[in-house]
């Protein structure tokens, strides 16, 4: 037997997941399919100032609906020095109570204040017949917020909020596979050097190096730095676990000979990570992971997410107004077919049955021996009639439906169409509905003005008003010919 939740999912499909990383000088975008094929990938330069981050969001806007990309979803992944990962344990509790443990821990580890931060933890390694492990992560609250609130302004829906190190993790394990031993990523990215320790493929530490940090001007005295962070590294997983560091990957230095060469000579192992085989720029490497988490379904989804709301009840929020949205249309829209239908059945039968009198009236006005032929001529003239009739009252009843299956047609994919008034005496239409964007709305009403059918197609810019939701409402009217 069916539950609630798997009825919701067949009549309301789960729509795409893509994925966005936010730097503070590049935006990435990325969307894979369910075999984590490329579908769109884009990389949009953030300029510096107060607006820099929505421009560069509304050119992402406009390349993906040039490019056909209708996703609205995305798992965001975020760079900021103002983050901070930390392992802990918990000795195992009653079943059901894990929840509660874990946040009350949180409250107690945290680096930041508790009421300008967002916390969240998920499992770390293997748990034990006595304890659980963990990895909680922490970010300032208003870094997150003013992100989120931008990504809604442009009509993004974030299922999910995590920091760079996690999605690069989730890529480098699906990428090496398994992970074991000491293992230690390090990064190039556009604001410096990215360090993460893994222990058994789980996140062990992470630390990020500005690049305003670095010897400016003196690539020696930077190799001699970067050299002096490994050491540090390495010291401390000693000491934590009894280990050495096996093994070191890097990402996006494949090209940089210089600085690569920082790492090599250190009696560890080097491994160059790509992207190339898939086809992909190796900067893309965090949002790849990012993206990867977008293929898991919001019901398994249990990794960390940095939001006021949680991951799968934002995420399930977004897909029950989008589902009353559209059967509330697909409902309207049938009720307005069934109306239509019956108005037309119903004028052209009064039509029909009126010329029918008139021609018996006339037929009785007129009968005599005298007048036969002029009565045979009648009775022709009244089967014609009849035939045009019916051929008159079949093309209008389809013209109904064509004319309802057209403007639903139109609106596939641009518009949502909340309402359709008829006022039959006028042969007036009007359309009453939303969209995502306004461009959708002047899209639709092009193509409405397009049809031979209609004239007077008449949108008001007034008409178009932006909602609660984020969308915009407007009202189309025109004439049917």
């Not at 917020?145 to 299922?159: N, T």
């Not at 993790?169 to 596979?177: C, E, H, I, P």
């Not at 309802?404 to 359309?431: C, M, P, Q, T, Y």
Request: aromatic residues 10%; contains cysteine.
């Amino acid at each position: 037997m069916f539950k609630l939740k798997n009825i919701f999912k067949i009549l309301n499909p789960a729509p795409p997941v893509g994925a966005i990383q936010i730097t503070n000088r590049v935006l990435r975008y990325l969307l894979l399919d369910s075999n984590r094929k490329i579908l769109h990938s884009e990389e949009i330069l953030i300029n510096e100032g107060d607006n820099g981050l929505r421009k560069a969001l509304d050119d992402l806007v406009l390349n993906l609906k040039k490019a056909k990309v209708a996703s609205r979803h995305v798992v965001v992944s975020l760079l900021s020095d103002r983050v901070y990962l930390q392992n802990f344990s918990l000795p195992r509790v009653a079943e059901g109570k894990t929840a509660e443990a874990v946040k009350l821990n949180l409250q107690l580890i945290s680096p930041l204040p508790l009421d300008q931060a967002y916390t969240d933890a998920e499992f770390w390694g293997e748990a034990t017949s006595d304890k659980m492990n963990f990895l909680a992560a922490f970010i300032e609250r208003t870094l997150v917020d003013d992100v989120v609130a931008v990504l809604s302004e442009v009509g993004f829906v974030p299922v999910a909020v995590e920091v760079t190190p996690l999605s690069l993790a989730r890529v480098l394990k699906a990428v090496l596979g398994e992970m074991t031993g000491g293992i230690l990523a390090i990064q190039l990215i556009e604001d410096g050097f990215q360090f993460i320790l893994f222990h058994n493929g789980n996140i062990a530490f992470n630390s990020f190096l500005k690049k305003e940090l670095l010897p400016s001007g003196d690539l020696n005295k930077t190799k001699a730095y970067l050299e002096n962070e490994f050491r540090k590294i390495y010291n401390f997983y000693a000491g934590e676990w009894g280990g050495v560091v096996s093994k070191i990957v890097l990402v996006n230095l494949g090209q940089n000979k210089e600085l690569r060469g920082a790492f090599l000579g250190l009696g560890v192992s080097v491994l160059d990570f790509t992207l190339a085989d898939l086809g992909l720029n190796d900067d893309f490497a965090s949002v790849f992971g990012a993206a990867l988490r977008g293929l898991i379904s919001r019901d398994a989804d249990e990794f960390i997410s940095l939001e006021g709301v949680g991951t799968e009840l934002h995420y399930w929020r977004d897909r029950l107004l989008h589902f009353l949205s559209f059967w509330r249309n697909v409902f309207m829209t049938i009720l307005a077919s069934m109306f239509l239908v019956f108005w037309c059945f119903s004028y052209y039968v009064g039509l029909d049955l009126v010329n029918k009198e008139k021609t018996l009236d006339d037929f009785s006005k007129n009968v005599g021996w005298q007048e036969y032929s002029k009565l045979e001529e009648r009775v022709n003239d009244f089967n014609t009639l009849v035939d045009q009739i019916q051929t008159i009252k079949k093309n209008h009843l389809s013209l109904g439906d064509l004319i309802l299956n057209k403007i639903a047609s139109l609106a596939k994919g641009k518009v949502f169409l909340d309402n359709i008034n008829l006022k039959v005496a006028e042969r007036k239409l009007v359309l009453i509905g939303r969209a995502t964007f306004q461009q959708n709305i002047n899209d639709f009403k092009n193509d409405l003005v397009k049809q031979a059918d209609f004239s007077g197609v008449n949108l008001v810019s007034i008409d178009i008003v932006p909602n609660q939701l984020g969308d915009y409402n407007f009202q189309i009217s025109l004439n049917v010919k």
